[in-house]
DNA sequence: CGGAATCCTATTTGATACTG
DNA sequence: CAGTATCAAATAGGATTCCG
């Protein structure tokens, strides 16, 4: 999460530290966004274009998919490769850190479907 | 640097992207919430009042830890239970299946800090 | 004490249009 | 193709107040 707790205008701000070092809350952080498991999903089966993670995902709006391909790039999980082709492409890739996440991602889809099924 | 990607996800044979049964959204879902990990780790260590979470939490209002607490019940992870002492106490605890959160809050946890560690 | 109701702000997401 | 800009809608979370 961007920042410190953003809807205290009036009372100062005492930001606790353990708070924003929360491991759980970073992790979250990088992998919350509406769109993300996906891309995550796509990008672990193969390298992605910008159009083939739109075809992948006819739902996702351009601006929110650049977005959050963005955020993930910040996050060291994706890199964005243009291709020496001609014509050069754009590509996107899970970096090698990126690939880290697989095991979690993997224990959240595990217990998520475990959830879903329990929740009929 | 690491060798080769060693969590590589397991494919999951078919997910179509367009279904909201995605397990890692649902347990997203159900984890999300700004409060909702520290209230698991809270009731991790020992059952809770409402007012003793809000002293471990100083930040969350009583609205806030209201919704988030109602959530998880909703959800199955806490459980809400006035004693029969008098004068009556409502705890929160864990219910047995908030419990098979454990491992999963374990691996959010180990990754974030190495992200956190990461990013410095 | 343990909340619910109400109101408000900030962040997130989506829709649409436009650009190099 | 691969995005950005702009605006609108939805949602999350906080502050304050009030109640049994």
Redesign the interface.
Known sequence: MKGQ?SGRPKAPEVV?PL?E????????D???GRWK??IL??L??RRCRYSELQA????VSAQALSKQLRELER??IVARRVTEDSPPRTVYELT??G??????????????????K??G
Chains 1, 2 share one sequence.
């Open positions: 707790p606790d708070q070092q929360c491991g759980v809350r970073a992790a979250l990088v992998i919350r498991p996906f999903y796509e672990h089966l992948a995902m006819p739902q996050d060291g090698e850190y690939w880290t996440l697989g095991e979690l991602m993997d224990r959240l889809e595990e217990w998520g479907n475990d959830f879903l329990r929740r």
